[in-house]
């Protein structure tokens, strides 16, 4: 269960208000295969990842992307229970995707990036502060049923 | 890991733009780290860390003076970053974990005053680098 004081959830949410979350996960989801190119190993039937553009133009990145950041936002609604929120999809990624947990912390990284990116002053200190919470309690919700 | 050359001159271009800000940015960095990641406060328990800091100021433009001077060295981290290294070790002993946490941050400040410049390939170049820095800062632990 991760902890917001009242003013972290109105940042949160004020702010996620202002984004294209579509694009955001797009974004977060290529810059992770990216910077992390090991990260690759998971979507090798994605097609074409040889370079830094063809990624960030690739149709089911982009795809994905928003898949995983419609799941992000779902998560947004349940700060207070994000275990029970995540429990299916961290058995999906345990039993069926075989996805070490350290790359759900990546992404999380990489969503903070890209909103710093797209926010600018308004993402200040505290606004990161409080999108960590969130990003590490995800995290740690889809890595909770791992055996 | 190892920079290549287009690393490299992504990384120079990156921090050619950057320019006069660099202390701005170290400064700005380092207070993310201390907000977000308040176990980094216990290195720096003689600052005040507040919002403006003129303590905070001061070491962001020592930590973004001597990246800039990496910067210039890219062919030879180890060599440039020796005394640094000797000091991580054996007086600071800032645990590893932390530089992490800093490579972050400084990342999340460029995206943010940089948006158009930080492509995700720069990106990528400028997380190697800091992760390079890092790892030559810690090469003399033990």
């Known amino acids: 269960m991760v902890h917001l004081t009242d003013a972290e959830k109105a ?7 202002k984004v294209n979350a579509d694009a955001v996960g797009a974004e977060a989801l290529g810059r992770l295969m990216v910077v992390y190119p090991w990260t690759q190993r998971f979507f090798e039937h994605f097609g074409d990842l040889s370079s830094a553009s063809a990624v960030m133009s690739n149709a089911q990145v982009k795809a994905h992307g928003k898949k995983v950041i419609h799941s992000f936002a779902d998560g947004l609604k349940h ?3 994000l275990k029970g929120t995540f429990s299916s999809l961290s058995e999906l990624h345990c039993d069926k995707l075989h996805v070490d947990p350290e790359n759900f912390r990546l992404l999380g990284n990489m969503i903070i990036i890209v909103l710093s990116h797209d926010l600018g002053k308004d993402f200040t200190p505290s606004a990161q502060a409080a999108f960590q ?3 590490a309690g995800v995290a740690n919700a889809l890595a909770h049923k791992y055996h | 890991m190892v920079l290549s050359a287009k690393d490299k001159t992504n990384i120079s271009e990156a921090w050619g733009k950057i320019g006069g800000h660099a202390g701005e940015y170290g400064a700005e960095a380092l207070e993310r780290m201390f907000f977000v990641y308040p176990t980094t406060k216990t290195y720096f328990p003689h ?9 905070v100021k001061g ?3 020592k930590v973004a003076d001597a990246l800039t001077n990496a910067v210039g060295h890219l062919d030879d981290l180890p060599g440039a970053l020796s005394a640094l290294s000797d000091l991580h070790a054996h007086k600071l002993r800032v645990d590893p974990v932390n530089f992490k946490l800093l490579s972050h941050c400084l990342l999340v400040t460029l995206a943010n005053h940089h948006p158009a410049d930080f ?12 992760a390079s820095v890092s790892t030559v800062l810690t090469s003399k632990y033990r």
């Open chain 1, 11 to 17: 940042l949160v949410s004020g702010l996620w208000g």
């Open chain 1, 79 to 81: 700060l207070d229970n």
């Open chain 1, 133 to 135: 919470k969130v990003v």
């Open chain 2, 47 to 55: 600052f005040d860390v507040s919002h403006g800091s003129a303590q």
């Open chain 2, 59 to 61: 070491h962001g433009k």
């Open chain 2, 119 to 130: 492509t995700p390939a720069v990106h990528a170049s400028l997380d190697k680098f800091f």
